[in-house]
């Protein structure tokens, strides 16, 4: 058995913490959760944090090691030390590593959740052994995380990875970051179901313009022909600037199958700078332990 590491994934609805043993992660040594209840407030959710720890403490009958990993919403601003563009949003503003270290008397080694999900498939999930490793996470919004020899890229913004808001030819959709045309505001989950709707006239969430699709439904055709093309322009600029061995593609409209086709690297190459695409576009392995395990695997840190 490895040393074992123990990390919380701090969510907008539930708190998740786990005990990890980083030879074996396909059985968390122990797991549980607890409501976040983030109307309660600040204080509440240091509090339910705490008990997290306390918890795992009584479970297991060891005592928290000196690193803990938590995994946030938002990011850490690194210049304050305050947590910004999280939509738990009384956490905004505030310096929770600092204060996490106060009340637990331990190290925090803190990150957010895209850049936790990067960390869990790049070390024990879809990508190990890549050492360039950029995590996607392509849902209700549009991040990503960077590992570098299982280190995550923190940058010196807190931004590194953050893709979602680069510009996209011809785009003009008004985007909630204040700009226009933002890659989120054409690929995002809530953007193809916006696509499809002033095309169709009709509103289907995107697990149901995919069957449609499937069926060979013209708007829906349409819709995903789009995203091949957007997602293509938007990850060839990654990829000319990365470089990256692997790419793991989360969220909900990660799902969708086209990511994955020959026909959609072939568009990917078209963008980039170089002839061929050998960059592999890969599906999660982790499911929904990515975050908590990703949360633990930041006390590996150097
Ligand atoms: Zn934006």
Request: proline share 5%.
């Amino acid at each position: 058995m490895s040393e074992l590491l123990w990390g919380i994934d701090l969510g907008g609805t539930k708190i998740e913490g786990v005990i990890l043993d980083p030879s074996r992660p396909e059985a968390a040594v122990h797991r549980l959760r607890r409501e976040t209840q983030a109307p309660k407030g600040y204080d509440f959710i240091l509090a339910q944090i705490e008990g997290v720890v306390r918890d795992l403490e009584s479970v297991s009958g060891l005592v928290c090691p000196p690193r803990l990993g938590v995994g946030t919403p938002g990011a850490m601003e690194p210049s304050t030390g305050a947590l910004k563009n999280s939509n738990t949003t009384c956490l905004n503003g505030r310096p929770l590593k600092g204060d996490l270290e106060c009340r637990l008397t331990r190290e925090i080694f803190m990150a957010n959740d895209a850049n936790c999900f990067a960390l869990a498939e790049a070390t024990l999930g879809a990508a190990v052994g890549d050492q360039v490793v950029m995590g996607l996470i392509l849902g209700t919004g549009v991040g990503g995380g960077i590992v570098i020899n299982g280190q995550v890229l923190q940058g010196a913004h807190g931004i590194a990875g953050e893709w979602g808001h680069n510009p996209l030819m011809g785009e003009t959709h008004p985007c909630y970051c204040g700009r226009k045309g933002c890659v989120e505001t054409a690929i995002a989950g809530p953007s193809l179901e916006r696509f499809y709707q002033e095309t169709a006239g009709a509103r289907l969430r995107v697990p149901d313009i995919v069957r449609a699709a499937a069926d060979g439904e013209a708007h829906a055709l349409t819709t995903l022909d789009r995203l091949r093309w957007k997602f293509a322009e938007a990850i060839a600029a990654v990829i000319n600037i990365l470089d990256p061995d692997a790419i793991v593609i989360g969220g909900g409209v990660g799902n969708v199958e086209i990511l994955y086709t020959e026909e959609t690297r072939r568009v990917i190459e078209r963008f980039l700078f170089h002839p061929t695409l050998s960059t592999r576009l890969l599906r999660p392995q982790l499911g929904d332990s990515a975050g908590v395990f990703g949360a633990a695997m930041l006390t590996n840190a150097r």
